[in-house]
Structures are given as C-alpha cells and as structure tokens.
Nanobody, 124 residues
Framework: QVQLVESGGRLVQAGDSLRLSCAAS????????MGWFRQAPGQEREFVATISRSGGSTYYKDSVKGRFTISRENAKNMLYLQMNSLKPEDTAVYYC?????????????????WGQGTQVTVSS
C-alpha cells in the first residue's frame, strides 16, 4: 500500500501563498486518484481537491476554486497543493489521500490511505 507524507504547512498571513507537498512511496503512484482534505478544530475533515491518475482532470471545493491548484508529478511520486490568496478560514490541518478508485471522488470514505497531515495557519 502506498504511504504518504505531507509537508509545507506553516504560519502565514492572509493573502499569502503556500505550496503543500505530498510525497508518496510505492511503485504504482500513478494508479491512484489523489485528493487533499483539511480539518479545522472542532470540524469534520472536509474535501478540498482531487486529481485524476494522469493529472489531466481536477475538481475543487467551491470555496477554494480559483485560489487553490492541485497537481501531481507521477515520475517523482509527488502531489502538490498550491494555495494562493489564503484566508483565515483556510486554517486547518491538511491531509493528502489516495484512492484506488479509477475516477476522481470527493467522498472521504473512498480514500484508502492518508498522510499524517500538515498544519496551515492563516492569521488575519
């Protein structure tokens, strides 16, 4: 099973940009649809973005559309989340996740493997 490790989270100010990375181990990274989720204090873990196996298709939570970009480099076993124009409400622990489903999904239970999370804090 693939293993995932997120990095890049830190304290930033509103309006700043940040890129999160997710390093995947394993031989078949390109066989996984990937996603980013986030969890704020006292909240349920929520979907942020997903990307197809080839990287050719993406889908986003409405509130991040136009600000966040999910991408992947399959040759490097890497997943990214570029976050621009950050807002305090983006503050959360961000998780990358992998699913063996063939089609992009925003459904949390569809994801099989999760990283440990990386904290993003956006101050006002």
């Amino acid at each position: 099973q693939v293993q995932l490790v997120e990095s890049g989270g830190r304290l930033v100010q509103a309006g700043d940009s940040l890129r999160l990375s997710c390093a995947a181990s394993g031989r078949t990274f390109s066989s996984y649809v990937m996603g980013w989720f986030r969890q704020a204090p006292g909240q349920e873990r929520e979907f942020v973005a997903t990307i197809s196996r080839s990287g050719g298709s993406t889908y986003y939570k409405d509130s991040v559309k136009g600000r966040f970009t999910i991408s992947r480099e399959n040759a490097k076993n890497m997943l990214y989340l570029q976050m621009n124009s950050l807002k305090p409400e983006d503050t959360a622990v961000y998780y990358c996740a992998a699913t063996r489903r063939a089609i992009m999904t925003y459904v949390k239970p569809d994801y099989d493997v999760w990283g440990q999370g990386t904290q993003v804090t956006v101050s006002s």
